[in-house]
């Protein structure tokens, strides 16, 4: 059974930091995403990284997030600082084009 799961989310401070992980049980070949939803709004895509470690970022995260993976822990990570009050979503991990996680809320105060 894949699994797919992720961790890190809380409440922050705008301005703060915080970094989600998600470990994708099928292991590491796989290209990994993050994508976030709004209460009223739709999903949308917030970052991605391929199994060589290609990194693509949606425009309102450039700069502020960093998506990485260590291929040895199947883990990816998405490292998200200067928070602001409109990235607080909760967030899901993708694995590949099927498999995602539960999701972990992200709340960020003003």
């Known amino acids: 059974q894949v699994q797919v799961a992720e961790s890190g989310g809380g409440l922050v401070q705008a301005g703060g930091s915080l970094r989600l992980s998600c470990v994708d049980s099928?292991?590491?070949?796989?290209?990994m995403s993050w994508y976030r939803q709004a209460p009223g709004k739709q999903r949308e895509f917030v970052a991605s990284?391929?199994?060589?470690?290609?990194?693509n970022y949606a425009d309102s995260v450039k700069g502020r997030f960093t998506i990485s993976r260590d291929n040895a822990k199947n883990a990816v990570y998405l490292q998200m600082n200067s928070l602001k009050p409109e990235d607080g979503a909760v967030y899901s991990c993708?694995?590949?084009?099927?498999?995602w996680g539960q999701g972990t809320q992200v709340t960020v105060s003003s």
């Open positions: 099928r292991g590491s070949l796989y290209i």
């Open positions: 993708r694995s590949g084009t099927m498999y």
């Open positions: 990284i391929t199994s060589g470690g290609i990194t």
